[in-house]
Nanobody, 124 residues
Framework: QVQLVESGGGLVQPGGSLRLSCAAS???????????MYWYRQAPGKERELVAG???????NSVDTVKGRFTVSRDNAKNTLYLQMNSLEPEDTAVYLC???????????????WGQGTQVTVSS
C-alpha cells in the first residue's frame, strides 16, 4: 500500500556530513497527509532508538546525543522526510530507518509504517 524509501546513507569520515531522505509514496492511489515522521537507528547488537521526529506542522525534536549535530525536516508537498547529519562520529554508525504514522491515503488510514533502512558508517 505504502512505501517509505530511505536514501543518502554511505561511508563517511569522522567529522563529515550526510543528508538522509525518506520518500513516502502509495503503491496505488495517493497520500493526502502524514502525521508524525521519525528517524530511528539501530547499531549492531543494540536496540533500535529514536533519533529525531517532526510533526506535520513542523515541530521537531531530537535526542540529546545528536542535538546540535543533526537536523530533521520535512517537505509535506513531497511527503519526504530529511535528516541532515553533521559532525558525524563513529558512534553514529547504524542502519537509519524512517517511520511514519497517521498516513491518510485514498485507500484509508495506515497507523504506522517503516522503511527498510539505509546504512550509515562513520569510519576513518
Amino acid at each position: 500500500q505504502v512505501q517509505l524509501v530511505e536514501s543518502g546513507g554511505g561511508l563517511v569520515q569522522p567529522g563529515g556530513s550526510l543528508r538522509l531522505s525518506c520518500a513516502a509514496s502509495a503503491a496505488s492511489g495517493i497520500i493526502f497527509s502524514i502525521n508524525g515522521m521519525y528517524w530511528y537507528r539501530q547499531a549492531p547488537g543494540k536496540e533500535r532508538e529514536l533519533v529525531a521526529g517532526i510533526t506535520r506542522g513542523g515541530i521537531a525534536n531530537s535526542v540529546d546525543t545528536v542535538k546540535g549535530r543533526f537536523t530533521v525536516s520535512r517537505d509535506n508537498a513531497k511527503n519526504t522526510l530529511y535528516l541532515q547529519m553533521n559532525s558525524l562520529e563513529p558512534e553514529d554508525t547504524a542502519v537509519y530507518l524512517c517511520n511514519a504514522d497517521g498516513i491518510r491515503t485514498s485507500g484509508g488510514i495506515i497507523s504506522t509504517y517503516w522503511g527498510q533502512g539505509t546504512q550509515v558508517t562513520v569510519s576513518s
